[in-house]
């Protein structure tokens, strides 16, 4: 109930350490990790801690609007980066490497924001040969890490860094909740030091009883039991998604199935109006977000961003019925 380390409850540090060596090869200590009021105060944080006005920090094209606007505020010169069907473009990540001197890149490899697509091996590797021969760090955020549904999980980029320049940023929000504000960056211990004496300035712990409460349940294997439950109902809603998209949109849209994550990323085979498109459905009690957002240069990306996960099958297939009729 007192004052205690700005890095965060040391029985969740300990407890997130353990989650982190044990299933998602990462091999830290509970005081290289930094507990954050969710992952965007976590990238909050490294941005300032890492950058330097004018440095340039790749991003994905495609990608996540919000850590955009974080990289802008710590000043940095972004530079954006296709994303495919297997992932961020690599050659265009060396182009660059190779024309300018990269600080950071930012990426979600696991499930892609938005398109959810899970970066392929070979790319992963490269990923990380480029970031030792151009010296730049990694931002890796891993944000709904237990939703993969192939029987293999690909392992984090940080998993292969051995005290290389990651930085390592996940989140509770959809393993439990967005609600409940945790999230956690790891990396070096004085970059770590660095981030938490920054977050100090502005907020000198985090929630201590609930950081505690939750612990208590990591440490009891609730929340691993929690993560196996969520992790079946989200495979039958994620199986469901396709023999819906099937059923009722197979000759309006183009998709991928998606290894993971917790959305479909669906193509309009003809030219859509986004805006509209997502009013009409909001009038309807459709809730999407604009899709084009998430495009760097705010161009149509004529595109949708289907989540699964909060809905039940008839629920689905409403909304799917919705969309097939205002299309
Ligand atoms: C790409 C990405 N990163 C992180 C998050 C989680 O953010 P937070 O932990 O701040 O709730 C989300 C949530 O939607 C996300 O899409």
């Known amino acids: 109930m007192g004052y205690s380390s700005e890095l965060g409850n040391e029985l969740l540090r300990e407890n997130i350490a353990h989650m982190l060596s044990q299933y998602r090869g990462i091999p830290v200590q509970a005081d290289e990790i930094l507990i954050t009021r969710g992952s965007q105060m976590a990238l909050y944080l490294t941005a300032l801690s890492?950058?330097?006005?004018?440095?340039?920090?790749?991003?994905?094209?495609?990608?996540?609007?919000?850590?955009?606007?974080?990289?802008?505020?710590?000043?940095?010169?972004?530079?954006?980066?296709?994303?495919?069907?297997?992932?961020?473009?690599?050659?265009?990540?060396?182009?660059?490497?190779?024309?300018?001197?990269?600080?950071?890149?930012?990426?979600?490899?696991?499930?892609?924001?938005?398109?959810?697509?899970?970066?392929?091996?070979?790319?992963?590797?490269?990923?990380?040969?480029?970031?030792?021969?151009?010296g730049f760090t990694i931002i890796e955020d891993d944000y709904d890490h237990e939703f993969h549904y192939g029987t293999k999980v690909p392992l984090p980029l940080a998993s292969f860094?051995?005290?290389?320049?990651?930085?390592?940023?996940?989140?509770?929000?959809?393993?439990?909740?967005?609600?409940?504000?945790?999230?956690?960056?790891?990396?070096?211990?004085?970059?770590?030091?660095?981030?938490?004496?920054?977050?100090?300035?502005?907020?000198?712990?985090?929630?201590?009883?609930?950081e505690q409460a939750v612990a208590e349940l990591m440490q009891a294997g609730e929340i691993q039991k929690?993560?196996?439950?969520?992790?079946?109902?989200?495979?039958?809603?994620?199986?469901?998604?396709?023999?819906?998209?099937?059923?009722?949109?197979a000759d309006a849209v183009t998709y991928r199935v998606p290894e993971g994550g917790l959305a479909y990323w669906i193509r309009f085979n003809q030219s859509r109006n986004i805006p509209e498109l997502t009013k009409q459905l909001q009038q309807q009690g459709v809730s999407v977000i604009d899709t084009d957002a998430f495009s760097y240069e705010g161009a149509g990306l004529n595109a949708l961003r289907i989540g699964f996960a909060s809905l039940t099958s008839p629920e689905m297939e409403q909304v799917l019925q919705v969309l097939q009729k205002t299309l």
């Open 50 to 134: 890492l950058i330097q006005p004018g440095d340039v920090v790749l991003i994905e094209n495609p990608g996540y609007a919000p850590a955009w606007q974080v990289l802008r505020q710590a000043g940095a010169q972004l530079i954006p980066i296709p994303v495919d069907d297997e992932g961020i473009q690599i050659e265009a990540v060396e182009s660059v490497c190779r024309r300018t001197s990269v600080k950071a890149l930012l990426t979600t490899p696991q499930h892609q924001f938005p398109t959810t697509v899970t970066l392929k091996a070979d790319r992963r590797m490269a990923l990380l040969e480029l970031s030792h021969q151009y």
């Open 161 to 210: 860094a051995h005290g290389g320049p990651i930085l390592y940023i996940s989140s509770l929000s959809k393993l439990i909740a967005p609600a409940v504000r945790i999230g956690f960056v790891t990396g070096p211990p004085a970059f770590i030091q660095a981030a938490a004496t920054l977050r100090s300035i502005i907020d000198r712990q985090g929630d201590n009883v609930l």
């Open 226 to 249: 929690h993560a196996r439950r969520a992790l079946n109902v989200y495979r039958q809603r994620h199986a469901q998604t396709h023999q819906f998209l099937q059923q009722y949109l």
